[in-house]
């Protein structure tokens, strides 16, 4: 089973870019996406074979997120139950026979730091309860972009960016509680070295140069690492300024 998770920075623009030709030719089992951008009344997705739920924020054009899944999920929940952090559609739960999918775009601390105690405080702290209360009942994938680079290997220039959004001490905190809560970053288990992101700027070449952040991520609950094969970041795809990032589980 291939899940792959991509924030797309606009799906119209990534729609643009060779979109529908990646869907074709990567043909994952399910696709979550991150800021989207729009929703099901303002785009026409030129995807078959998929089932297609989208959250879309109050806000036109802004943040939102939509899963594509070939299997047809029990049930679909859009955010997290909490009306403080739903307005945004930055969540989406699909309950599978063995196991809860969560697609999440975690919110930007923002320039100036002006939504870290938000982000840190309130939004971190209820995706930890609401993933943990899904873990009761089955185990947890939750996949997306978390804006934050964890440790000082997930970003090219760690010691000038300890104030910036994404790798503050607060935010690289959060973090962790969500992996001592017993979620496993995927990508970890397969590679411990440093120099492999998921976000690049636009600006100075950053890509090309591979001055990046890895800030997206596949988490796991325990039970569910005997099933994990593979967990992958197709920094080779382009069409936004995240590229995608993948794990294969086991039947």
Wanted: hydrophobic content about 35%.
């Amino acid at each position: 089973m291939k899940l792959l998770s991509w924030n797309v920075n606009g799906l119209r623009a990534a729609l643009k870019k060779g979109f529908a030709d990646f869907v074709a030719k990567s043909s994952p089992d399910v696709l979550a996406l991150q800021e989207t951008k729009a929703g099901a009344d303002t785009i026409h997705l030129p995807i078959n074979d998929y089932h297609v739920f989208w959250n879309s924020a109050e806000k036109p054009g802004y943040s939102g997120t939509a899963l594509l899944t070939r299997i047809e999920p029990q049930k679909i929940t859009l955010g997290m139950g909490v009306e403080e952090h739903d307005g945004e559609g930055r969540l989406i739960t699909a309950e599978f026979d063995d196991f809860f999918l969560v697609n999440v775009y975690v919110p930007n601390s923002q320039r100036g730091l002006a939504r870290l105690n938000y982000r840190t405080r309130n939004w971190d702290v209820a995706l930890r309860h609401y993933l943990k209360g899904l873990e009761k009942k089955k185990p947890v994938a939750v996949c997306g972009d978390f804006n934050v680079a964890h440790t000082e290997i997930d970003l090219a220039n760690p010691k000038s960016n300890v104030k910036s959004a994404g790798f503050t001490p607060e935010e690289r905190e959060s973090f962790d509680k969500l992996l001592k809560a017993g979620f496993i970053d995927t990508f970890r288990e397969f590679e411990k070295g440093d120099g492999h992101y998921t976000w690049w700027t636009y600006r100075s070449n950053a890509r090309e140069r591979n001055i990046g952040w890895r800030i997206d991520y596949h988490l796991i609950s325990p039970c569910l690492r005997p099933r994990l094969k593979s967990a992958f970041i197709l920094s080779d795809v382009y069409g936004s300024d995240h590229c995608p990032v993948g794990i294969e589980l086991d039947p």
